[in-house]
């Protein structure tokens, strides 16, 4: 049983904003588990309209603006952090993209990918990464629905190697809890164990 539909999932969404700073490789973003990402490679994911996310804090009601170029970096760490603790975890280490994308064009009930993703407030992004955001939201509810039936995910975090390093100009990456910093943070594993914060998604107009 799926314990959280897609709508849900995609509101627990990831915030950071991105970071002023010092001198980093030129050209490079992030290297995400040995995978280089460069600004170019962020770019590819922007439209001349993309636009800051803005996160809702639910306790607080204070709001973040998140910068386009972070919120792409931030959605590639998630894809390959999420994958690979799902290829710690026996039951779930054969669900294919082929299988995720099935359940993805289920859950979207007719939306073409960008109108789903426009619906729930991102505006300005390439459809490719809409892809990236919604088959990564698939992937945290294989992980939650697994947590569910009695599996312990937490395990699989806990043996995970996983090495990040982001440009400061985009925000800043706790290797050890998985964190990513930057005004927000990206959902750890905590927030997959509990079923993620549901917060509110939307752009800028």
């Not at 990831?14 to 588990?33: S, Y």
Request: neutral net charge.
């Amino acid at each position: 049983m799926r314990v959280r539909t897609l709508g849900a999932a995609v509101a627990a969404v990831l915030a950071l904003t991105g970071l002023a700073g010092c001198k980093t490789n030129v050209g490079q973003a992030a290297v995400i588990d040995g995978h280089r990402v460069t600004e170019s490679d962020v770019n590819h994911y922007l439209t001349p309209d993309a636009q800051p996310v803005v996160q809702t804090d639910p306790n607080t009601q204070a709001t973040t603006r998140v910068s386009p170029r972070s919120f792409v970096v931030s959605w590639l760490i998630n894809a390959q952090l999420y994958r690979k603790v799902m290829s710690l975890i026996p039951s779930v280490s054969n669900v294919s993209e082929a299988q995720l994308d099935s359940q993805l064009q289920k859950d979207l009930a007719g939306q073409t990918v960008t109108q789903f993703a426009e619906s729930h407030g991102l505006h300005g992004f390439t459809e490719a990464f809409y892809t990236v955001v919604l088959h990564t939201q698939e992937a945290i509810v294989v992980l939650q629905t697994a947590r569910s039936n009695g599996v312990d995910v937490a395990a699989a975090f806990n043996k995970l190697k996983f090495s990040v390093t982001v440009s400061p100009r985009y925000g800043s990456w706790d290797n050890k809890q998985f964190l990513f910093t930057a005004g927000g943070h990206l959902p750890s594993y905590l927030d997959v164990l509990n079923g993620g914060t549901q917060q509110g998604l939307t752009g800028n107009s």
